[in-house]
């Protein structure tokens, strides 16, 4: 029997203008644009592997080795009933001698190369990867756009991951999310002296997951409406232009204050919501003072307390002596590990 395999990586990227809301919950489109970097794949990445055959009787998925249930994942039901339906349209519809590759029930196999205990942006690779390896299972004739906008449905950040390089997410006007996409502002070759560090400060699951506290922050920030309103989108052109001309103080400027105003109106959320710890702001202090004589570094902050540096090469092992000294058990100690990363960007990678 035929069994048809597909095996992919695909990246993590983390946001300088960062997406915190949804105008539709169910096709997942954003209150606001937003655009992040895509880090290199050597450090971090989702690998997975489907297969399809018609001597499987049910769909079924494992996440880093164990087995979870497929029909309890609205969002990844909703991938593959997507790109299922575009490998009927664009592809069985049209030539009759095509494999009829969507009927197959398919096995799904994912995992991380890096510590789910890290709290980094695992949906965002997982979906990312899950989506182009369909795609290339289905052999689908669509590009990196095309997908983001059915890698979008399984966790919004999702899309920004299937472009290396600096990648917007328009928001879209459409009611039907077509025109909420992915689109690459600059490649990763555009600026390889931006590097990032993360800096995991704890392995501790998160309190309030990102789609439940952004839905809360919907509902109830006035300061949210400020921010999608009057200030998102001009950041949108300030960042897209300093990371053309690679000005790095106004590129660091706007991303630490992007963060700082994700983490305001976390806060105006009621009740609020707090993803920074006391180790978080200790970070922003140190960043801040070594800052004070011209930027050379940026942080930034997701939905969880560990801390991305964005720096010029030359600045990192610096930057990673001055939070050694404060923090002198990082590198050694679980609760508080220092990862070394590059952000020098990569595509999603077939095998
Ligand atoms: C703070 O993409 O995880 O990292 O769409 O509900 O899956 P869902 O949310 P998710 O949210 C990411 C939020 C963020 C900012 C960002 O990556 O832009």
Not at 285 to 313: L, Q, S
């Amino acid at each position: 029997m035929t069994v048809f395999e597909a095996t992919c990586t695909a990246p993590v990227n983390i946001a300088v203008v960062k997406y915190w809301g949804k105008r539709d919950t169910s096709l997942i489109l954003p209150t606001n644009s937003s655009l992040s970097v895509t880090l290199s794949q050597d450090q971090l990445h989702s690998k997975t592997t489907i297969r399809a055959s018609a001597d499987f009787t049910s769909d079924r998925l494992w996440l880093n080795g164990i087995e979870e249930s497929i029909e309890k994942n609205k969002r990844l039901v909703a991938c593959l009933r997507e790109t299922r339906a575009l490998r009927r349209t664009q592809i069985e519809d049209k030539d009759p001698s095509a494999p009829k590759i969507s009927n197959l029930a398919i096995h799904i196999c994912s995992e991380n190369n890096f510590p789910t205990a890290a709290g980094l942006a695992s949906s965002a690779s997982g979906y990312a990867c899950l989506v182009y390896t369909l795609s290339k299972l289905f052999e689908l004739p669509l590009d990196a756009s095309d997908l983001s906008i059915v890698a979008r449905q399984g966790s919004g950040s999702a899309c920004r991951s299937l472009f290396g390089g600096f990648v917007a997410w328009e928001m879209g006007t459409k009611e039907d999310g077509s025109d909420s996409k992915a689109v690459q502002i600059a490649p990763e070759t555009h600026w390889p002296d931006l590097q990032a560090m993360i800096c995991v400060v704890s392995d501790e699951k998160k309190g309030t997951s990102s789609t439940e506290g952004m839905q809360l922050t919907v509902k109830t920030s006035a300061l949210l409406q400020h921010r999608i309103k009057e200030v998102v989108p001009k950041r949108m052109e300030d960042m897209i232009a300093a990371i053309h001309n690679k000005d790095f103080p106004k590129f660091a400027e706007l991303t630490m204050q992007d963060s700082n105003q994700f983490h305001a109106v976390c806060l105006d959320t009621y009740p609020p919501i707090f993803y920074m710890n006391d180790i978080s702001r200790a970070i922003i202090r140190i960043i801040t003072e070594y800052n004070k004589d011209g930027v050379k570094a940026a942080y930034t902050f997701d939905a969880g307390p560990n801390a991305v540096i964005y720096a010029p090469k030359d600045n990192m092992a610096e930057i990673y002596a001055i939070l050694s000294h404060y923090f002198p058990n990082a590198a050694f100690d679980d609760s508080m590990g220092l990862l070394k990363e590059t952000a020098l960007p990569s595509l999603p990678k077939s095998f």
